[in-house]
């Protein structure tokens, strides 16, 4: 196969994981490697998030197809950074052991610029690990294939391959003291006796190829041995053997208390045995008159036993109970390839869930709404309910969040918890017996749940214990290993993913109160003027704008005996975002009405403010500025307006016919050059007319390739609101610049609207 190439990049944000997955399955789609597609997706998935997480750059995805095997690379712009590694290195629990688990092979690679790990996945079909040699080997049902009848034919090639080994290997030495075929490597392995620790064979139920394989094998052992009824047995981890399969009779026959420490000296050496009456404590378990029964093994393990039954006493010879362990080997070794299968199959869900609870933590800086996403991971997918606890320097562990799968029973929950023991401060994950501090009324409320066995895991964040989860299940439910680790897992990217929330709120709060200061307490009512003003920060508040307004008095002090007879206006910009630009907002804010209240010039004022920004040297900002004196004019019929444009987009008048012009001279903006003269324009505002000052924010709101303020577009949006009052021009216009593109405005968005009244 010609090698084929795909690449694309990734900006370094939340959602572009996902994005990066769809795009590796649509690439593999194309070729058509299906088959890899869900292995490659997942590795992707733990690559680009780390991608995000750890260098916090856009990275990008490379698809190389060669020969049939696919090699995938995720390569960010951070090459100094190592990979971490859970339980190694990492503090925060995104690593890579999943891609060792998933792909052939994987590494990293480092250029002067870019860091890349790659992971290859074999071609469908290609042999992956080593395979048992011999001259006898089992037809593969899970390559067979399917067409009409196919599972039959499987069958019967099946027993067909059964009938002719157990008929050309004969019937050998009795089994009963663990002799005979395999005798000797069950000895071997179960001299230690670890043929007498159960696995638990329910996971084999949930395997429709093991299902398969029981049933398979119980048809033929009834066929070979001609037994009246057949069985597979299947041990749970307490010892307990539960029916997994039957035939003929068997169907009927009943296990009582049948456990492996009930089994005979044969079944814990790991031999085939025959029971002639129902002396023996299998046969009589089952009722039977004689029985003949093989161990199934996994890993030198006790899996279940095969059982062939009979109503008639020595039925079953020694040489029934050589075959019967052939057989009983040889389902062995199928079963252990479907549990093998079934708990990969199961690996592979867990591990896209955690792909996906990944995305759905990185994809909100909401701290409430991310505690709350985490309780409903869990519950009811590991646990019953869940409690998330949050920790601060300020205070000890509080009870943040409750959730339970039975919502009538959450309050009860709720109440329980908070009056039981602390969450434990741990840093590693286990038992937890908080509940059973509560006080009696309070857990005789609970009901049930106050019984329930529960697991603590801690929230750890860049170091920090930050928090921890409580999970609980009903008494009679044990947590399965699985859960658990599980639960650890998640608890590590929840952890980030809570003090990630945590910090943006506190980010937002501080920005939040920045913002506030940095604007005017209020706007003062002048005589025959109607003023609005507008103001919208770009984002979602983490950051402070760069865009400010003022309207101030200035022709007297304030709280002066006399009233004012002049104010003061202002709109600038200052170049970027966060504290530096809101350092020099604060400034020029600041200095404008210290500036007046000396009862300097408006060109005067831009002046000096040009001279302080410049003095702040690496520190300032580019600014431009509007700035405007109005005085009252003496018939009363509007005011004077004295203003200056420094480097700001130019204000527009509206005439009550709607004609629309601008009202100032550009001149240069502040911060850029020292010694600069700015003089005014005068505007004499008359009775019905509308003076409009906006921010770039207004005239570069983006569409597409367009922009609100090409070709005249504000002058055509301004003219359409003759004869609304200053609030209503200013609603329209925020209206309309809310409404020009889909997307929400990344700029800030200021306004001053004046109209003579």
Known sequence: MDRQTASATFPSAAAAVADARRFVRKVLADWGMDEVADDAVLATSELATNAIAYAGTSFEVSCHLEEGDVRIEVRDRHPTRGIEMPGVTASSGRGLPSIARLAASWGVSYDSRTKGVWFRLPRPGAATGPTLAGEDTEPDSASAAESPGGRAARTEAAREWARERIARDGGGEPARDGAGHGGQARESRLAEGVGEVPVAGDRLLRSPAALESMEDGVATVREVLGAEGAAVLLTERDGRLIMGASAGTAAEMPLGELSVAGLGPAARA?????????????????????????????????????????????????????????????????????????????????????????????????????????????????????????????????????WHADENRADGLRELLEHAGAAPPTDVPGPWTGLATAPDDVRAAAGDTAADQVYAFPLIARGRRIGTIVIGRPSGDRFPRSAVELAEELSRRAALAVDNARLFSAQTAMSSALQRSLLPPGIPEIPGLEVAVVYEPAGEGSEVGGDFYDVFESGARPGGPAPATRWRFAIGDVCGTGPEAAAVTGLARHALRILAAEDMSVPAVLGRLNRLILGEGERGRLLTLLHGEIAARRRRDGVTIRLTSAGHPPPLILDPDGGVREAASPQPLLGVFDGVEFHTDAVDLRRGEVLLCVTDGVTERRSGNRLLGDGHGLERLLAGCTGLSAGAVAARIQRAVRDFGPEPSNDDVALIVLRAS
């Open 270 to 402: 790991g031999s085939a045995w025959v029971a002639a009456d129902a002396s023996d404590p299998t046969a009589a378990a089952l009722q039977a008159r004689s029985l003949a029964a093989a161990p199934l093994e996994s890993q030198g393990r006790l899996t279940g036993l095969v059982v062939a039954v009979s109503s008639v006493s020595g039925r079953f010879t020694e040489a029934d109970g050589v075959r019967l362990g052939r057989l009983a080997d040889e389902m062995s070794l199928s079963l252990e390839k479907a549990r093998v299968g079934e708990l990969e199959r199961s690996w592979r869900g867990w591990l896209s869930f955690v792909a996906e609870a990944s995305d759905l933590l990185a994809g909100t800086l909401d701290q409430e709404r991310t505690m709350a996403l985490v309780a409903q991971l869990v519950v009811p997918r590991l646990a019953t309910w869940c409690a998330v606890y949050t920790v601060t320097e300020a205070e000890p562990d509080r009870l943040a969040y409750v």
